[in-house]
């Protein structure tokens, strides 16, 4: 539960920006901040990936009994993020100046959301080393840390960024930059805040004994990477099938825009908190498969999938029965609403899919098993999901829904194939210990 509920604090994020713009600044900029959300979590995805490299490793060397490993690999890991972040800022600022004028966005909604993007995009640097820490804590086990401080942010997050956007207490009012700076601030806080907790508890010294600041080993970084890399694909090609249906939504309008941002931020909800599970998976996993516990290993996956099924299936039921009321959360316009409303049906439709998905993949995780996942979601969702989107939504004019419908697929076909990955590895390991 608190690695579901830190997990959460990414989504929460940007779901608290979307509620605060959408009641104080309108529909203009709520489209504004779906845009931006469509392109900058194509970018923030390969670094949460490459930053989640790092926790099967430590869970591995930590139930191997090998602390000191644990201390070299979050030193590279510190050394790997911060470079990571001057290549995810470098894609931003290619995004402000070369790609975001040239999507067929709607003039005013761009205008506005050039200067979220820009916050949006240095906070890339302090969300990083704030990743290296708490991937670290979670693979060992230390999971409550990381809770509180992503819900102590976030409420800082929600505080500023209302005062902020509405021009209280003397600021002049600054619209949807001041949801930007708001989180800009917000992740400062939590590295600041996650990286003195590490360094000043005893449960992590015997760990640390050889921790160096920006310690390089080509052996232990190529480690990181071999894992990080594949699984940064992995979100990518799911996030980014998401964001690129956002970008195909917003050249049919805005309100479609808006829409499409309210379902999703509801849908982003529920799948952070199977991201979640999907973690506690890769841990337990992690640390069963390097004291070689096959059997358990197993059956501790298998109860995952129970876990995340029981909770998506409660979720989808939310979704279906309240799908009139959820989007008020985000906005009063009528029209938007009566869309989200619609996508919502849908959004319940593939909760299932989308859990389990996601915990198939952090179960493979778990041992190492990362190309042949990426290539599964690779196929899923660029593959299948994107072209029948395009097909249903555009060129057949189903429009919106039609482009979900083809996600929904996407999503489908993903938890098949990881499933039957799951069960084929996971079989041969315990057949051959036996």
Known sequence: MPIVLSQLGHTLVHMADGMIVGHFAGTVQLAAVSLVNSLFMLILVLGLGISYGLTPLIAQANGGGNKVECGRLISNSLLINLIASVVLYSLVLVVYYFVIDHLKQSPDVVMHAK????????????????????????????????????????????????????????????????????????????????????????????YLTEFKLFSFDFGRIKKIIKLGAPVALQYSFEIS??????????????????????????????????????????????????????????????????????????????????????????????????????????????????????????????????????????????????????????????????????LTFGLLTASILLFIRFQNRTKKLVAAKI
């Open 241 to 406: 099938a998401f964001s690129g249906a956002g970008i195909l939504i917003g050249s049919i309008g805005k309100v479609e825009q808006a829409a499409h941002f309210t379902a999703l931020s509801l849908a982003a909800f529920t799948y952070m908190l199977a991201t979640g599970i999907a973690n506690a998976a890769t841990i337990k996993t992690g640390n069963n498969f390097g004291s070689r516990n096959f059997g358990p290993l197993r059956f501790s996956a298998i109860a995952s999938y129970h876990i995340v099924i029981v909770f998506m299936s409660f979720t989808a039921l939310i979704f279906m029965l309240a799908n009139n009321y959820l989007p008020y959360i985000y906005t009063s316009d009528q029209t938007v609403i009566a869309i989200a409303a619609q996508l919502l049906i849908l959004a319940g439709f593939f909760q299932l899919f989308d859990g389990t998905q996601v915990v198939g993949l952090g179960v493979l995780r778990g041992i190492g098993d990362v190309n042949v996942p990426t290539f599964i979601t690779f196929l899923s969702y660029w593959v299948i999901g994107i072209p029948v989107g395009y097909v249903l939504g555009i060129e057949l004019k189903m429009g919106v829904e039609g482009i979900w419908y083809g």
């Open 115 to 206: 200067p979220y993007l820009m916050f949006m995009g240095v906070s890339i640097f302090p969300l990083m080393i704030f990743q290296v820490f708490k991937q670290f804590t979670e693979g060992l086990g230390f999971t409550k840390q990381a809770m509180l401080i992503s819900i102590w942010g976030n409420l800082v997050n929600v505080i500023l960024g209302i005062i902020f956007v509405k021009g209280m207490f003397g600021i002049t009012p600054m619209g949807v930059s001041g949801v930007g700076l708001s989180t800009l601030i917000d992740r400062i806080l939590m590295a600041i805040a996650m990286g003195a907790y590490v360094f000043n508890s005893k449960h992590f010294k015997a």
